[in-house]
């Protein structure tokens, strides 16, 4: 039975017809071999988020989730120019983490709704209501927002830069989900900022499907990533971001899982433990703005050197700051 609320969500994202053309095999065999020629001659690396295509992920250097793919931005030495296969926030990060590199997001549209839920004006409202609680922001922000906050997060870290922060009360923004779970796992008091940002696609997510699955096949280990509702958290044996879940679905003695998270990252579960069985915890768990990114835009972007992420020096220097801040916490 589904929820009102997964409707809701569902005519929210009103997935653009993202699988409406498949690309045919000798077309995708053709890009491949175009665009690895393409960044040979560019000196171009191309980063992937975990989300993405699988045809993306494979043809990628690097796949992680955004801590991993910040650091690999920031370390960057060789490339002349980084290609990021994922969403504006992520390639902003890298653009401000590696200022000399040229980053290219393949598609503009790439957008993260979660991102677009934080104003300016909310975060500076609210730290002038809480004048001593520092902000932290999950890395799914726009860099003006980043600017404004003393240090960033990812999913993969967010408890440890709280406990890193000598303050029992903090903002913490856009996440609701991921807010609450940082509060269950470090004891402090956290202010969502603002009230109710979530990420649409964790959303789609029901602990009902959880236990129809788990009858199916119950030998299987239940992973969400904290983005997911409190419900769902409850259900699960592994809460995560998807770099732990791939650390967990490797060393565990398990030999299946459900996953409460975008579909993407299965490709690189299956690819990295063969003889493991992964199942998603819902179908239509597609986040539509990672799968704008299709090979032929990557070529398109990569031939002509488009979309250039460029960061304003002002606001850059700031969210710098907060990245590299959280980059040393671990
Ligand atoms: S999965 Fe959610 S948080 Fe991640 S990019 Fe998509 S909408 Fe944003």
Redesign the pocket.
Same mark, same amino acid.
């Given at each position: 039975m589904e929820k009102p609320q997964r409707k809701r969500v569902k005519e929210y994202i009103s997935t653009p017809a993202i699988y409406a053309s498949p690309i045919q095999a000798q077309t995708m065999m053709d890009l491949t071999g175009k665009i690895q020629k393409l960044k040979k001659e560019k000196k171009a690396i191309i980063l992937a988020?975990n989300?993405q295509r699988a045809e993306i992920q494979d043809i990628a250097d690097y796949i992680g989730d955004s801590i991993e793919l910040s650091r690999k931005a920031m370390q960057e030495k060789e490339a002349e120019i980084i290609v990021f296969c994922?969403?504006d926030?992520?390639a902003e990060s890298a653009a401000i983490l590696n200022p000399t590199k040229k980053v290219l997001l393949p598609t503009l549209g790439a957008r =993260? %709704?979660?991102?677009q839920m934080l104003t300016i004006d909310e975060i500076r409202r609210s730290k002038t209501l809480h004048p001593k609680a520092p902000v932290i922001l999950y890395v799914?922000t726009l860099a003006e927002s980043k600017a404004e906050c003393d240090v960033c997060c990812t999913s993969a870290n967010a408890v440890e830069v709280i406990n890193s922060l000598d303050a029992q009360t903090v903002l913490f923004g856009p996440?609701r989900n991921l807010a609450e779970y940082v509060a269950e796992k470090t004891g402090k008091t956290i202010i969502p900022l603002p009230e109710w940002g979530f =990420? %649409?696609?964790?959303l789609l997510f029901q602990p009902e499907d959880v236990i129809v699955l788990k009858q199916q096949h119950p030998q299987a280990v239940v992973m969400v990533h904290p983005?997911c509702s409190g419900e769902m958290r409850k259900v699960a044996d592994f809460v995560g971001s998807t770099s732990k879940m791939c650390h967990y679905a490797k060393d565990v003695d398990a030999k299946e899982f459900i996953v409460g998270?975008?579909e993407g990252i299965l490709h690189r579960l299956r690819k990295e433990n063969p003889n493991k069985k992964f199942y998603t915890a819902y179908e239509g768990a597609v986040?539509?703005?990672?799968k704008l990114t299709t090979l032929d835009r990557l070529y398109a972007s990569l031939k002509e050197e488009k979309h250039l992420v460029k960061v304003p020096e002002n606001v850059a220097v700031k969210a710098r700051a907060a990245l590299e801040r959280m980059i040393q916490v671990n």
């Open positions: 988020h989300y994922a969403v926030f992520m =993260c %709704p979660m991102a799914n996440d =990420c %649409p696609t964790h983005e998270t975008e986040c539509p703005n990672m």
